[in-house]
């Protein structure tokens, strides 16, 4: 019954070779949101889409993107990563429509960079 | 984005005894304040979160306070068990109509010895 599902959840990519995540969702909702979180640091918002909106966060790199081909998937691509891009990527959804505004987080992806 | 400091980074505590971790937020407009358990290797999970219009929750061992007016809100564990062992993460967002992204604190290592 998992909610939200990211593969694979490890990756291993060269520098400067573009990589894509997976993040897919069983719940429906309207949001998705992708997160950065090296280790023993705390989880740092990349970019959500609401619907097909997207929306970067103003520091965010622009080698990394996103897409979202319909509701249920989303993207990470990061096109041409650095020694500085190792980290786990979550990614999160939501929806306004529930009362509650929890956040569901996947499991999350490793990425090294050899 | 908000800035969001969190302390303790790192507390210990016997079993049973109780543990409480704070944390300050720049952004007024903020109103939503959830607090997120992780454990080694796996994702965030929502343990507990508040809203603006209330100015405490509890629910079984925990509890969140939140003071509006000096911006900060803390995390009450009582009768810690081992299993309560964790990193924990505070993190603020402004209820929007869709989104509600979240920016988090530093984290906080709670161990807690048999």
């Known amino acids: 019954d998992a909610m939200v599902i990211q593969n694979p959840r490890y990756q291993v990519t060269q520098f400067g070779k573009p990589v894509t995540l997976s993040c897919s969702q069983t719940?429906?909702?309207?949001?998705m949101y992708w997160y950065q979180q090296k280790s023993s640091q705390a989880p740092k918002l990349l970019f959500h889409?609401?619907?097909?909106?997207?929306?970067n966060e103003a520091d965010t790199p622009d080698n990394f993107q996103s897409r979202r081909p319909n509701t249920s998937f989303c993207f990470l691509d990061i096109r041409s990563p650095g020694l500085g891009d190792a980290a786990m990527y979550l990614c999160?959804?939501?929806?306004?429509?529930?009362?509650?505004?929890?956040?569901?987080f996947g499991p999350g992806t490793r990425l090294t960079v050899t | 984005g908000e800035n969001v400091e969190q302390h303790p980074s790192t507390l210990s505590v016997q079993e049973g005894d109780s543990a409480v971790i704070k944390c300050t937020y720049s952004?007024?407009?903020?109103?939503?304040f959830p607090w997120y358990k992780q454990e080694l290797g796996k994702r965030p999970q929502l343990i507990i979160d508040i809203r603006s219009n209330v100015g405490e929750k509890k629910d079984q061992r925990i509890a969140v306070t939140l003071n509006k007016t000096a911006k900060h809100f803390s995390l009450h564990i009582t009768e810690t068990q081992p299993e309560d062992s964790a990193v924990y993460f505070c993190?603020?967002?402004?209820?929007?109509?869709?989104?509600?992204?979240?920016?988090f604190g530093t984290g906080t290592r709670l161990t807690v010895i048999p």
């Open positions: 952004d007024s407009a903020s109103n939503y």
């Open positions: 993190a603020v967002a402004r209820l929007l109509t869709g989104a509600n992204n979240l920016f």
């Open positions: 889409y609401y619907d097909k909106d997207f929306n």
């Open positions: 999160a959804t939501s929806s306004p429509r529930e009362s509650s505004y929890e956040q569901y």
């Open positions: 719940l429906n909702h309207n949001v």
